[in-house]
């Protein structure tokens, strides 16, 4: 092969992936696979991986690592695509110190692992209600599309998504258009859709580099051929991301979800109806319930939002419009929910 046709990974993973034979497992998946480069431990408890080979192999390297191999616990995968610049021999591991030694600061960088992790709570799937946009406009005089212009410009959402990615978030849900917004002015419904559609468009080159994955949630059969087109081009060009997921709700409601699901379990047959039935139905089908919902503005209402997924979810009410929340904000509604504790029904 070439080493100009070779591709490169370089990944970084993060979580309990010190102390547990993880980057033995790795060099025998690499070696397997015919993949060359090597895996190192660092000194913030994270690995560090260059893998070489067809692209199809780092692929399904990359899917094996995010399955958390092992006793291993991936929390958050990172990865770059490169060409290579240095031809690899092998697949080695590769040591600072003696064996000894390296494996004495792996098991103190596993105790502090297990240590933080029994004082971290972090909501796995947060989900924003961004409301308040037409009222911030009006306060500066502005018309209503300017409000829809700030919630949906790229530098907010990338913000937000960029510091939910940081604090460990793995789901962040963004409820950008509801089944009921459908009874607003055709301008304003126009200019929102094209708005998103273009954030959509930008946020895919920043797709890659950032690892995002991106899943659109509600109807598709009434959006715009230009929104669906970049709709299902995001997801397309990240379904390969292992990252955090940016749900992005369009056309989206509680309730015609809920037909939905119903009607398509009558299509089958269904004489007896469960709730597995019906998760395996809604369109977020595959991924967790919501722990923890935030609302924008000072409505203190769900409107409906994801019903079926969020019976035990947390809620968070802020007297912010949502074109002036920031990452901070999201910082500091994360911060309140890790001090609560969730009972599930329970005492």
């Given at each position: 092969?070439?080493?100009?046709?070779?591709?490169?990974?370089?990944?970084?993973?993060?979580?309990?992936?010190?102390?547990?034979?993880?980057?033995?497992?790795?060099?025998?998946?690499?070696?397997?696979?015919?993949?060359?480069?090597?895996?190192?431990?660092?000194?913030?408890?994270?690995?560090?991986?260059?893998?070489?080979?067809?692209?199809?192999?780092?692929?399904?390297?990359?899917?094996?690592?995010?399955?958390?191999?092992?006793?291993?616990?991936?929390?958050?995968?990172?990865?770059?695509?490169?060409?290579?610049?240095?031809?690899?021999?092998?697949?080695?591991?590769?040591?600072?110190?003696?064996?000894?030694?390296?494996?004495?600061?792996?098991?103190?960088?596993?105790?502090?692992?297990?240590?933080?992790?029994?004082?971290?709570?972090?909501?796995?799937?947060?989900?924003?209600?961004?409301?308040g946009n037409r009222r911030w406009a009006k306060e500066k005089g502005m018309s209503s599309e300017i409000g829809h212009?700030?919630?949906?410009?790229?530098?907010?959402?990338?913000?937000?998504?960029?510091?939910?990615?940081?604090?460990?978030?793995?789901?962040?849900?963004?409820?950008?258009?509801?089944?009921?917004?459908?009874?607003?002015?055709?301008?304003?419904?126009?200019?929102?859709?094209?708005?998103?559609?273009?954030?959509?468009?930008?946020?895919?080159?920043?797709?890659?580099?950032?690892?995002?994955?991106?899943?659109?949630?509600?109807?598709?059969?009434?959006?715009?051929?230009?929104?669906?087109?970049?709709?299902?081009?995001?997801?397309?060009?990240?379904?390969?991301?292992?990252?955090?997921?940016?749900?992005?709700?369009?056309?989206?409601?509680?309730?015609?979800?809920?037909?939905?699901?119903?009607?398509?379990?009558?299509?089958?047959?269904?004489?007896?109806?469960?709730?597995?039935?019906?998760?395996?139905?809604?369109?977020?089908?595959?991924?967790?319930?919501?722990?923890?919902?935030?609302?924008?503005?000072?409505?203190?209402?769900?409107?409906?939002?994801?019903?079926?997924?969020?019976?035990?979810?947390?809620?968070?009410?802020?007297?912010?419009?949502?074109?002036?929340?920031?990452?901070?904000?999201?910082?500091?509604?994360?911060?309140?929910?890790?001090?609560?504790?969730?009972?599930?029904?329970?005492?």
């Amino acid at each position: 092969m070439k080493l100009a046709s070779v591709r490169e990974l370089e990944i970084e993973i993060h979580g309990r992936v010190q102390g547990l034979a993880f980057r033995e497992m790795t060099k025998r998946f690499a070696s397997k696979n015919e993949i060359k480069g090597f895996v190192a431990n660092k000194d913030d408890g994270s690995v560090y991986l260059i893998a070489q080979g067809e692209k199809n192999k780092l692929g399904e390297l990359l899917k094996w690592i995010n399955s958390s191999p092992g006793f291993s616990k991936v929390e958050s995968l990172r990865y770059n695509w490169r060409n290579s610049i240095k031809d690899y021999e092998g697949f080695e591991i590769l040591r600072k110190e003696n064996f000894f030694k390296e494996q004495a600061r792996n098991f103190l960088n596993l105790g502090k692992y297990l240590l933080n992790l029994k004082s971290k709570n972090v909501p796995v799937h947060v989900a924003i209600i961004p409301d308040g946009n037409r009222r911030w406009a009006k306060e500066k005089g502005m018309s209503s599309e300017i409000g829809h212009y700030k919630s949906a410009s790229l530098t907010n959402i990338k913000s937000l998504v960029k510091e939910a990615d940081k604090l460990g978030v793995r789901y962040l849900s963004v409820w950008g258009f509801s089944t009921e917004n459908w009874k607003r002015s055709k301008q304003e419904i126009e200019a929102i859709f094209g708005l998103v559609r273009s954030a959509l468009n930008e946020l895919i080159e920043d797709t890659q580099t950032n690892n995002i994955k991106i899943r659109h949630i509600g109807r598709k059969d009434r959006l715009p051929k230009n929104l669906l087109k970049a709709i299902i081009d995001a997801e397309k060009r990240s379904e390969q991301n292992t990252g955090i997921t940016l749900l992005v709700c369009l056309d989206y409601g509680g309730r015609e979800e809920l037909v939905k699901a119903v009607n398509e379990l009558v299509k089958k047959g269904k004489k007896k109806i469960s709730e597995e039935d019906i998760l395996n139905e809604l369109y977020t089908v595959g991924i967790p319930d919501v722990d923890f919902i935030i609302r924008t503005s000072g409505e203190r209402r769900v409107s409906g939002f994801m019903p079926f997924q969020s019976v035990y979810a947390e809620l968070y009410f802020t007297d912010k419009y949502f074109p002036d929340f920031s990452a901070e904000d999201l910082k500091k509604a994360i911060e309140d929910y890790s001090k609560r504790k969730r009972r599930f029904g329970g005492s």
